[in-house]
């Protein structure tokens, strides 16, 4: 090898050496500056979230609690239609917290307990009861009527549709259609309507000492947020936060004689316990030897594959409805599809459809923001990620 071809091999290797050495100094540079762009990116999603975490947790609120130290929050169970701005008050249970007394009144209301109605309403004598006060009177006659039964008002508000109490149903963990029939049955029952509320008063109580923490944590808190989003209430979530942490403070579990059930008017029922575990064989028990009997209305002997069907259908042609779907996604019509695949897509496709109906944007920001705390707290990462994107288009929020 000559000299001047190993000059010219020298040159050619430093050449080279210098161009990678520069070109690693580029791309480490680029690397620095595509993670800080990374990072601001994250960071730009995680603040629109985290202020809507702040916004439901700040802890600046008013103090739910009179003068009294008592907070009475007026339960309403509500059969609303498609397109119904009211419906029967189903279910009617009034709670009573006294944090002086470290002690909870539950308070139930039969839904055929007598009540007037506004002028012209009424058709028959059984039109006249309260649960019709809500249907035919609007739902704020109806709390007037409530009210002057329980001869007490309520100083909150928390209403549940159908579709959210299956939402909650199976939040809890508990079987979704078996546990709605428990507290749908008042066929069973001799006596009817009273024990029926009577058993929602029961199954609230069992609720409150299963799930009510001894200590709140991060993960209760997670949970809570969930059922707080899936009711309509005039307590903020700061002091559904505070009432919860006045009930946990009183030990229910290991002092369940604390929580105590009435009803008014006065009727003569039991305490049938809620027992997930037998409640198909308690139904068949109840239910099983009048079924021939019942109106269409109150057992329909349709299965549940087939109810579930109707259901899928009416969501897959009713997408292109505005009125549908804003009704679907502020009665998170979705709870009702019982395939948890099936339900996912759904939530998250009337979703998208309803964030177009939306004029604002941070309403829309809000809606897409609720939806990725709720996904993120039951583990639907993929379905977080899918709704991170429309965060970050609906914000502007680009990787330079």
Same mark, same amino acid.
Not at 293 to 300: C, E, H, I, M, P
Not at 347 to 353: A, E, F, G, P, T
């Given at each position: 090898m000559s000299k001047k071809f190993r000059i010219i091999l020298a040159v050619c290797l430093s050449s080279l050496f210098v161009f990678f050495l520069l070109s690693g100094i580029f791309w480490y540079r680029q690397l620095r500056v595509n993670s800080a762009n990374l990072r601001a990116h994250d960071q730009a999603i995680e603040d629109i979230i985290n202020a809507r975490r702040i916004d439901t947790n700040?802890?600046?609120a008013v103090d739910p609690f009179g003068d009294d130290q008592i907070v009475r929050v007026l339960f309403i169970g509500l059969d609303a239609r498609v397109g119904q701005t009211s419906g029967h008050c189903d279910s009617i249970q009034l709670i009573s917290v006294d944090d002086i007394a470290g002690t909870v009144d539950i308070t139930a209301v039969p839904r055929g307990t007598y009540s007037p109605l506004p002028p012209g309403k009424g058709a028959t004598s059984s039109d006249y009861y309260v649960s019709n006060a809500c249907g035919l009177g609007g739902l704020e006659y109806g709390i007037k009527q409530i009210e002057k039964i329980l001869g007490v008002k309520a100083d909150y508000l928390v209403v549940v549709g159908f579709s959210e109490a299956l939402g909650i149903i199976r939040s809890l963990g508990l079987p979704t259609t078996e546990t709605l029939q428990w507290l749908r049955n008042r066929h069973g029952y001799a006596i009817g309507e009273p024990q029926r509320a009577r058993n929602h008063s029961t199954f609230i109580k069992q609720m409150m000492i299963k799930f009510v923490p001894a200590k709140i944590s991060t993960l209760n808190t997670a949970l809570q947020y969930i059922v707080y989003k899936l009711v309509k209430t005039d307590l903020s979530f700061a002091q559904a936060q505070k009432i919860v942490e006045a009930v946990s403070a009183m030990d229910i579990v290991s002092h369940p004689e604390k929580i105590r059930l009435m009803m008014k008017p006065l009727f003569i029922v039991q305490d049938i316990p809620y027992d997930p575990e037998h409640i198909d064989e308690y139904l068949d028990q109840t239910l099983g030897p009048v079924k021939q009997?019942?109106?269409?209305?109150? !057992?329909?002997g349709v299965s549940g594959a087939t109810v579930q069907e109707k259901l899928l259908s009416v969501i897959q042609n009713s997408q292109d409805i505005p009125e549908f779907i804003t009704w679907a996604c502020q009665n998170n019509l979705w709870l009702q599809i019982?395939?948890?695949?099936?339900?996912?897509?759904?939530? !998250?496709?009337?979703?998208?459809?309803y964030l177009a109906l939306l004029p604002n944007q941070k309403d829309r920001e809000s809606v897409i923001a609720d939806y990725i705390i709720e996904m993120e707290n039951r583990g639907e990462l993929d379905w977080r990620a899918q709704a991170q994107k429309l965060l970050e288009k609906e914000a502007g929020i680009v990787i330079d």
């Open positions: 700040n802890s600046v009997w019942l109106a269409k209305d109150d !057992y329909s019982e395939d948890d695949n099936k339900r996912l897509l759904a939530q !998250y496709d009337l979703i998208v459809k």
